[in-house]
């Protein structure tokens, strides 16, 4: 280089100096790596990204009320949310009623106040058909159409729903409630379940990681550990549920778990049944299995012998006493033994419906369904990490350290497990990403307590059409997996991601 | 892991077999339940359990019948014998889904895998400017949760995307409405960006192993790049191409968080019509359906598994 300055720039054949000629071949290049991206590039964008910003967006902003009823609209966001609501206000709401009456749009105004202030649908359509006959002074008239027209937090709610651009949605995807005056505050505590979704859906997703771990560690390194060619023998029981649809192997605990699934039955064959229902019997409290059988003994105590046995269950103490066994007391001692029995013929049928006769568990339709068919079905994302990793590790290196000393358990703690951790990292966050965002097992053996974010993401889309919501619940979500995501791409790389 | 020396000790003799039950155990885990819906699916009664009919092997309790309400559940006239084969194929509910799933699987993988593949070589060029950026947001596709991809991509599509309508005055009639949530094309659309992630990275870890210098080598004897591409590089990475398209097909084929809430009833693939028949009337035909599938994807492996090893003769390392 310095040759080439002191004899001033090098030049090609038609006199431009190489310097520029080769950031103008550079360029080109360039150009055409970018052009073959390019067409995934722009598709990705149009069809993912900005969809997923569009719907996001949707989270902060919702006009479905500043559409249908614009002249009330312009009066509540000059309102200021704490004094009486104005003469003026109630005349602009009857005219917007009116109008949304004749266009047929009230119901969707009503909606949206609806999902601030529960009960305001029906005061919004039944106002709407009085509205047309209504004359001044029209706060009275509103009032006397419908008494919580008085109430200033109808108003309020009214303000919030006629604020296009509002917080108000990603506020209640953490519980909170944005009012009227533009103060924040805490949902109250019966309402408060999205904190609790979110922390359950964690909650399942650690354990169903945890669980990959600990039944794809053992695995792994047995794979990474056999001859070659048993290797890929036993590797095709790996592959083989990776490759399985996730449908069929949701049917396929379906088909296992439930009341008279192949699980149960070979419990109840063998005798296995009985073990752990002892066991369980020492302890009271078995959460989340809800051993069915329990209750069938009380049940069928009380169809056989009626009284005698309500009495023996009355005389327990609350909190030795099962759930059916509580709510059969309780009715014994409210109606009397006819609708005591009654309802324990009810409870019969229920627990028959779901085959849970004759000492079964209760293991699909709940979250312990869910956890199991989760950890099945993401079992492989483990695995196949793992079993990369650990194939990469010379063997010698625990011989070696066998040689200078070191006992097995040394061995295999202090010199291969930390080889592995990257393996278990990759592993571990690719299962739990793919858990937490999880849908068809839960909405389809998840029961009521197997129920994860994105089956309330699913709900608020296509039953309760509040979209808005939907959004709110989903970016909270995605900033969860886009964190992660990112964490993964600092600790793995993207560009490490394999498959089989 | 390769036998036991003749000095372990007792505790090491336990321990070896120990590790290997339990590890028997977890195959069993991985296995058992795709085994077993495969006897269930023959049985004679509309249960999803064992009869002890069945379990004693007398041969009237088994039957094929559901294999049969595959074909004829939905058909207008499934005891008639003229015109059985038009009726089922126009009118059979799982004849549609079938339909359904590969006309969408198939245009689905053929956008993905084309474009996919141009991308990872884009990305595997070192002059690609901003490459990590790129991959990792053209990777994001397989890391957002389904429900959201599924939302924002019905939400996003029911926009009207007709010009005309824009600036009309009015509610616009339904078939003067450009949209693209309830058609084919949408739910193509949408499992093709599900399913480009995996041909990107399957392709690009084929490339890994790929001799930049043949293409140099090719450049330099008078191709042109085109000739190049098809010619040199894209036999070498075929293999890598073929199992990233397998992928996108498995990715549409089993997708159903999207199909339902893009799909009209028309439209139903074979993972969505499980999902209704899970949830509404649970019969064994879902479990003939899915031993089919399973039949399927032991298929699908198996190609697989012959291009890793073609794969890995080609580039010269040791065959598995």
Request: glycine share 6%.
């Amino acid at each position: 280089m310095t040759d080439a300055t002191s004899k001033g720039p090098l030049t090609t054949a038609d006199g431009t100096p190489l310097k520029r000629k080769l950031e103008q071949a550079m360029f080109a290049s360039r150009l055409r790596a970018f052009g073959l991206v390019a067409p995934l590039l722009a598709f990705i964008l149009a069809v993912f990204v900005v969809p997923i910003t569009v719907f996001m967006v949707r989270g902060f902003h919702n006009p479905t009320y500043e559409t249908y009823m614009p002249k009330s609209t312009e009066l509540l966001l000059e309102w200021d949310g704490v004094s009486e609501p104005t003469e003026e206000m109630a005349a602009a709401m009857v005219a917007d009623l009116i109008q949304a009456r004749a266009d047929k749009t009230i119901g969707r105004a009503a909606t949206r106040v609806n999902q601030e202030y529960s009960g305001t649908r029906s005061m919004f359509t039944r106002t709407a058909r009085k509205a047309a006959k209504m004359e001044a002074p029209f706060m009275a008239a509103l009032v006397k159409a419908h008494k919580n027209w008085g109430k200033p937090e109808v108003w309020q709610a009214i303000k919030v729903a006629a604020t296009s651009w509002t917080p108000a949605y990603f506020l209640a995807a953490l519980d909170l409630k944005y009012k009227g005056d533009g103060s924040v505050v805490w949902q109250v505590e019966e309402r408060q379940i999205h904190i609790t979704l979110f922390l359950r859906t964690m909650e399942i997703s650690l354990i169903v990681t945890l669980s990959c771990f600990a039944l794809g560690f053992p695995v792994a390194w047995l794979l990474a550990n056999l001859k070659v060619r048993t290797a890929n023998l036993l590797m095709i029981l790996v592959l083989l549920p990776f490759w399985t649809s996730i449908l069929v192997r949701t049917t396929a605990w379906i088909a296992m778990l439930q009341g008279q699934g192949v699980v149960n039955d070979l419990m109840a064959f063998s005798g296995l049944n009985q073990v752990i229902l002892q066991f369980m019997l020492l302890f009271r409290d078995y959460g989340d299995l809800k051993l069915a059988s329990l209750c069938s003994n009380d049940v069928n105590g009380v169809l056989a012998t009626g009284e005698a046995t309500l009495q023996t269950l009355s005389a327990q103490a609350a909190d030795a006493q099962t759930t059916c066994a509580a709510e059969m007391v309780r009715i014994y001692s409210a109606s009397g033994l006819e609708a005591a029995v009654a309802q324990a013929g009810a409870l019969k049928a229920e627990a028959l419906r779901w085959g849970y006769g004759d000492e079964r568990f209760s293991m699909i339709y709940n979250k312990t369904g869910t956890l199991v068919a989760m950890t099945h079905i993401l079992l492989p994302f483990m695995i196949l990490p793992l079993y990369s990793v650990m194939k990469t590790i010379p063997p010698a290196y625990l011989r070696a350290a066998k040689s200078l000393g070191a006992t097995n358990w040394t061995a295999f703690w202090r010199v291969y497990f930390p080889q592995t951790v990257p393996g278990i990292g990759a592993g571990s966050m690719l299962v739990f990403i793919l858990a937490i965002g999880y849908y068809i097992t839960p909405a389809l053996v998840g029961g009521q307590d197997g129920q994860m974010i994105s089956n309330f993401i699913d709900f608020h889309m296509r039953k309760s059409l509040n979209w808005s919501l939907a959004a709110a619940l989903g970016g909270v979500l995605l900033i969860i997996v886009m964190f992660l995501y990112w964490l993964y791409d600092r600790v793995v790389g993207i560009d490490n991601m394999k498959f089989g | 892991m390769s036998g036991l020396p003749p000095y372990a000790t007792t505790g090491q003799r336990i321990w070896y077999y120990a590790f290997r039950v339990i590890c028997g155990l977890i195959f069993v885990f991985l296995i058992a339940p795709i085994l077993v819906i495969v006897p269930l699916s023959f049985n004679q009664q509309p249960y999803f359990s064992f009869t002890n009919e069945m379990l004693t092997l007398q041969a009237d309790a088994y039957s094929t019948r559901w294999y049969w309400d595959i074909l004829k559940n939905g058909m207008a006239a499934p005891e008639a014998i003229e015109g059985w084969w038009a009726d089922m194929w126009q009118n059979a509910q799982w004849i549609r889904a079938v339909k359904n799933s590969f006309f969408i699987g198939i245009l689905a993988t053929i956008l993905a895998t084309s474009m996919g593949t141009l991308a990872a070589v884009g990305l595997s060029r070192s002059e690609m400017p901003y490459s990590k950026l790129i991959m990792s947001i053209l990777i994001s596709p397989m890391i957002v949760p389904l429900v959201i991809t599924g939302a924002s991509m019905f939400y996003f599509f029911s926009y009207d995307f007709n010009p005309m309508n824009w600036f009309a005055e009015g509610e616009t009639a339904a078939e003067d409405k450009w949209q693209i949530a309830f058609t084919y094309g949408g739910l193509i659309i949408a499992h093709a960006a599900l399913g480009t992630p995996f041909v990107i990275i399957t392709v690009t870890a084929t490339l890994v192993g790929f001799d930049k210098s043949l293409v140099q080598a090719a450049n330099s004897l008078g191709a042109d790049p085109l000739r190049t591409f098809f010619k040199v590089q894209m036999p070498l990475i075929l293999p890598g191409v073929i199992s990233g398209a397998l992928f996108a097909f498995i990715t549409s084929f089993d997708e159903v968080v999207v199909v339902l809430q893009m799909a009209t009833a028309q439209q139903r693939t074979i993972p969505r019509q499980m999902f209704s028949g899970i949830r509404e009337q649970i019969s064994p035909t879902i479990l003939a359906v899915a031993t089919i599938l399973v039949i399927i994807s032991i298929g699908l492996l198996t190609v697989l598994e012959l291009l890793r090893r073609r794969s890995e003769r080609l580039r010269g390392l040791s065959p598995g």
